[in-house]
Antibody
Framework: EVQLVQSGAEVKKPGESLKISCKVS????????IGWVRQMPGKGLEWMGI????????RYSPSFQGQVTISADKSITTAYLQWSSLKASDSAMYYC????????????????????WGQGTTVTVSS | EIVMTQSPAILSVSPGERATLSCRAS??????LAWYQQKPGQAPRLLIY???IRATGIPARFSGSGSGTEFTLTISSLQSEDFALFYC????????FGQGTKLEIK
């Protein structure tokens, strides 16, 4: 069974760092792109960026470039999303998802539909 | 940035009836469009990709159509479990989502 299992909820203070994880199982981790999506409380979905664990090729949405870092560790089939200095506005639900269907090569990168999702990680940043 | 606009914001339909949700792109996205369903407290679920291809395990009552800038998601005969939020997403360039359509029971 293909599964993406995310790390648990986090409560942090502004200025702190954070790294959340997305543990993959049930398929070849290095063969599919994994993306991250933000959902702020009561709001819609925002695509943040993607990584290809096979070679760590990473692409960021212009809106999130420089704000977060996406990485992956092939040895433990886990993708990560991290912040070096959190802000209150980073409070949101974060989802990881496998991008594997309808794949096209476009100027922004290799993109497609996200067919398997993690359960989400809630990040709360408050003083 | 390609702006995706969904309409209506809220759609009230009775079980057993047809629901039609619309999504418009601010510029052509070809057929690089997906639809997702999200229920409260759950992650989104992929319904349609490539504008009209049903994802694995998605019932045939869900269908997608359109290309370029105008897209439609149709649910032919609504079941109780279909009522949820629906998002379209373009992936022709930096992916962006629409603001969502809430499908509620009439």
């Amino acid at each position: 069974e293909v599964q993406l299992v995310q790390s648990g909820a986090e409560v942090k203070k502004p200025g702190e760092s954070l790294k959340i994880s997305c543990k993959v199982s049930g398929y070849s981790f290095t063969s599919y792109w994994i993306g991250w999506v933000r959902q702020m409380p009561g709001k819609g979905l925002e695509w943040m960026g993607i990584i290809y664990p096979g070679d760590s090729d990473t692409r960021y949405s212009p809106s999130f470039q420089g704000q977060v870092t996406i990485s992956a560790d092939k040895s433990i089939t886990t993708a990560y999303l991290q912040w070096s200095s959190l802000k209150a506005s980073d409070s949101a639900m974060y989802y990881c998802a496998r991008q594997s269907v309808g794949i096209v090569i476009v100027p922004a990168g290799i993109l497609g539909g996200m067919d398997v999702w993690g359960q989400g990680t809630t990040v709360t940043v408050s003083s | 940035e390609i702006v995706m606009t969904q309409s209506p914001a809220i759609l009230s339909v009775s079980p057993g009836e047809r629901a039609t949700l619309s999504c418009r792109a601010s510029q052509s996205v070809s057929s690089n469009l997906a639809w997702y369903q999200q229920k409260p407290g759950q992650a989104p679920r992929l319904l349609i990709y490539g504008a009209s291809i049903r994802a694995t395990g998605i019932p045939a009552r869900f269908s997608g159509s359109g290309s370029g800038t105008e897209f439609t998601l149709t649910i032919s005969s609504l079941q109780s479990e279909d009522f949820a939020l629906f998002y379209c997403q373009q992936y022709n360039n930096w992916p962006t989502f629409g603001q969502g359509t809430k499908l509620e029971i009439k």
